[in-house]
């Protein structure tokens, strides 16, 4: 019989033959082999590294106490808001679910935001990473889709604004626009049927998509390796006899003990947020949001919740005259610089075409219509990032000043239309996140001429330090 | 998070103008009230009680608090009997709901707005605000119902509690500079704001900073003082209810972070021995 082919499974005691049985007919060990206890990752994971296990275990807490909301809530109009108070104050601990999944979303993208500036500064998403980073892409565009899903749950007055006027956006697309918005909305305003259907997009729909990606990037990472702070191979040097790398040590148990305390350094801040600050000042559960929905009235400040402020601030930002005085010549510069740089014809060519047929209608569409091109293209534009550098090293050890000032830039420029994200528009602060938004485009966009210029450092053979 | 004042005004015209994008929002210049800071303890169960008491009184006849149930007074230290006695006026049974008999249908027609559910007001509003607002009532011939606030200006509620509080007017002080008039607002118990004119509405004198203060005119039946007291047991009251588990929240993270503590030295210790011969 072919139950018999595999070896017996030793070193678990009284349980080694039930291992036994289901590993001659289930792949366990090898799978627990190939993923943990000899998946070798490089010895030298600093600080930065503990934001992707982090990153799981929030998804485990917000799924979790997910279920248990969905038990009490009621996506229902008229009955939404009142439910979630019911959840509050009557449901056993709901009170602790409910402020653990509010809470979590927000801390789900600090980690994520975290983990993937881990990666922009050790160049994790280079080659051969490059789908490795496509899939966290997805991941993070899951994440966004989620949590704007799940804000208009709680139907308080920034719920409803805030889908309404996310929404209306689609509105500004030529031709399908106001359809395509209706279609959204299943309504001609945001209604009883979007809050149906945005519940069944955050509870089933979304979630399915966010596990099969979690899924294909921790498949994608076990097949190339993890990378690391020095940026260099581990692969590369193996020791002759076990054939193991040098700089490798098994994820389990190495790992898994290093990332079992950073799950306990975050349940500290994430309690300390839950249990005694759990609106965060306004920046986790909004002030409106404790005044249900109205669709008659309208908050004099209407904004997103701090995660989705940065992008915002750039649709914002996009003015009549931004477009004019600069988008039209940023990007007649940007294509002189490619048609001079890129001695190849066809490239030339297309840079010309797709210029002047951009430059068209930036000079006829509306300008709400290129905020939301520039607005969509500042979350897309980061799937590119592995064919944008084009340093000879992946670290920031190794890279030189050019590129450090950019990302030092960036981060400066992200953190500006952040915070402008959250407050209302005055000249001088539309002035402020425009030139936000021009850092922030330049560092994508420059970053294929100054990554290769810059004077970087030779990478090291090995992992330094530790 | 600023207060926010007449946020009627704007309507849709607010989305009209953040959606077009084209220009910055065109925010009238309008003075926003300094804020009195609310002395409100949640742990100070006599005002809570005093806080329900007025409440139920005087607020619980046109505003519900639907998410809040009589039964859960309870946990201000009153028996079941006490509640019914006392407090217990527009429900039958102590498991019921805190809801009104006004119908939205009455109160649209009788003040030109429904009068909002006050389960979650303290957090919608902050303390600070409520315990201002309540404090700010004067009296304006020319509003529909002879009152007017100086922290929601035009607001559709009459003073409830100006039996209380005595009647107030409005008074404006002319000063030439922001200081002397910041300076003499300071000064003052009760909500003030500066309304400031551009040289041309100011004239020659040139006294463009108007403070904007209230003050007594008839008495009503406490002193101010016993009034300042009467709201903020209110106030304590309506941030108490609209967090009725906040105090268990806390009680149970101070449990919660001595657990993670512990675990923080014993996975501390766990990693570092570990990885002792990771070199």
Redesign the interface.
């Known amino acids: 019989m072919a139950a018999a082919e595999k070896q017996a499974v030793t070193g678990a005691g009284p349980f080694n033959g039930l291992l036994t049985w289901i590993d001659q007919r289930f792949p366990l060990m090898e799978s627990l082999r190939s993923h943990l206890t000899e998946y070798y990752a490089p010895?030298n994971f600093n600080f930065w590294y503990y934001f992707g296990s982090l990153a799981l275990f929030v998804l485990v807490i917000q799924i979790v106490t997910g279920i248990f909301l969905t038990m009490n809530y009621k996506p229902d109009a008229s009955q939404a808001f009142?439910s979630v108070?019911?959840i509050?104050?009557?449901v056993p601990w709901g009170?602790?679910i409910r402020?653990m999944h509010s809470t979590g979303a927000s801390f789900f993208f600090i980690c994520v935001y975290l983990h993937m500036f881990r990666a922009m500064l050790y160049g994790s998403y280079r080659k051969p990473r490059e789908l490795l980073w496509i899939f966290g892409m997805l991941i993070f565009l899951c994440l966004m889709a989620e949590a704007f899903f799940g804000y208009l749950l709680p139907w308080g007055q920034m719920s409803y604004?805030g889908a309404?006027?996310i929404v209306?956006l689609f509105d500004a697309i030529p031709v399908i626009g106001p359809d395509l918005a209706i279609w959204i909305r299943g309504d001609f305003v945001v209604s009883d049927a979007t809050l149906n259907r945005f519940f069944a997009y955050h509870v089933i729909a979304v979630p399915l998509a966010l596990l099969a990606l979690v899924v294909a990037h921790l498949l994608a990472l076990h097949e190339v390796g993890s990378s690391n702070p020095d940026g260099v191979e581990i692969k590369n040097v193996k020791d002759p006899k076990t054939g193991k790398p040098l700089d490798g040590?098994p994820f389990h148990?190495?790992y898994t003990?290093?990332d079992?305390?950073g799950v306990?350094?975050f349940?500290?801040v994430f309690?300390?947020v839950?249990?005694?600050a759990?609106?965060a000042?306004?920046y986790f559960l909004e002030?409106?949001n404790?005044?249900?929905a109205d669709p008659?009235?309208?908050?004099?400040?209407?904004a997103p919740v701090w995660y989705f402020t940065p992008y915002y601030s750039i649709?914002?930002a996009?003015?009549?005259e931004f477009v004019f005085w600069a988008l039209v010549p940023g990007l007649i510069a940007f294509a002189l610089l490619i048609i001079w740089r890129v001695k190849n014809t066809r490239t030339r060519v297309a840079t010309g075409v797709t210029t002047i047929v951009l430059l068209l209608g930036l000079l006829t569409l509306d300008?709400?219509v290129w905020?939301v091109v520039l607005m969509g293209t500042s979350v897309m534009i980061f799937f590119f990032l592995p064919w944008l550098d084009r340093s000879p090293v992946r670290s920031i050890r190794y890279k030189g000043p050019i590129t450090k000032a950019a990302i030092a830039l960036f981060v400066i420029a992200f953190f500006v239309l952040g915070y402008l994200g959250t407050e209302?528009?005055?000249?001088g602060?539309?002035l402020a996140a425009q030139i936000g938004t021009a850092v922030y485009f330049l560092f994508f966009l420059l970053m294929p001429w100054y990554s290769r210029m810059d004077k970087c450092r030779p990478e090291p053979e090995r992992v330094t330090s530790? | 998070?600023p207060a926010?004042t007449?946020?009627?005004h704007?309507?849709?015209?607010?989305?009209v103008v953040?959606?077009?994008?084209?220009?910055?929002?065109a925010?009238a210049a309008e003075e926003s009230v300094s804020l009195d800071s609310a002395p409100i303890d949640p742990r100070d169960v006599a005002s809570l009680q005093a806080g329900a008491r007025t409440f139920v009184n005087y607020c619980l006849n046109c505003h519900s608090a639907?998410?809040?149930?009589y039964h859960?007074l309870l946990d201000l230290g009153l028996t079941e009997q006490q509640v019914k006695d006392n407090l217990l006026f527009t429900a039958d049974k102590i498991g019921e709901l805190m809801t009104v008999a006004l119908t939205k249908k009455d109160a649209k027609e009788w003040f030109g707005t429904a009068p909002?559910?006050l389960?979650?007001?303290a957090?919608?509003?902050?303390a600070d605000w409520l315990y201002t607002y309540l404090r700010s009532f004067y009296r304006d011939p020319e509003s529909a119902t002879g009152w007017n606030n100086m922290v929601y200006e035009h607001v559709a509620m009459p003073h409830a509690l100006w039996t209380l509080s005595g009647q107030q007017v409005q008074v404006e002080r002319k000063f030439k500079n922001m200081e002397q008039a910041e300076a003499v607002g300071r000064m003052q118990r009760n909500a003030w704001k500066i309304d400031v004119l551009t040289p041309d509405q100011a004239g020659k004198d040139g006294e463009r900073f108007i403070l904007k203060t209230i003050r007594t005119e008839t008495a009503g039946s406490l002193s101010q003082i016993d009034y300042d007291i009467l709201v903020r047991d209110l106030v304590n009251f309506m941030a108490w209810i609209?967090?009725?588990?906040q105090l268990a929240?806390?009680q149970?993270?101070?449990v919660?972070?001595l657990v993670?503590?512990v675990?923080?030295v014993l996975?501390?210790l766990?990693?570092k021995e570990?990885?002792k011969d990771?070199?």
């Open positions: 010895k009142a108070e019911y509050m104050r009557e009170w602790w402020y604004w309404q006027v209306n040590i148990p190495y003990v290093k079992t305390f306990v350094v349940l500290i309690s300390a839950v249990f005694f759990p609106e000042g306004g002030n409106n404790f005044i249900p008659l009235k309208t908050p004099m400040h209407i649709l914002r996009t003015t009549e300008a709400k905020g209302s528009v005055t000249g602060r539309t530790k | 998070m926010r007449g946020e009627s704007l309507e849709m015209k607010a989305l953040l959606l077009a994008l084209a220009a910055p929002l925010l639907g998410m809040m149930r859960k909002p559910d389960s979650v007001i957090r919608a509003r902050g609209s967090e009725p588990n929240r806390k149970v993270g101070y919660v972070l993670l503590l675990l923080l996975t501390y766990l990693y570990f990885w990771v070199h």
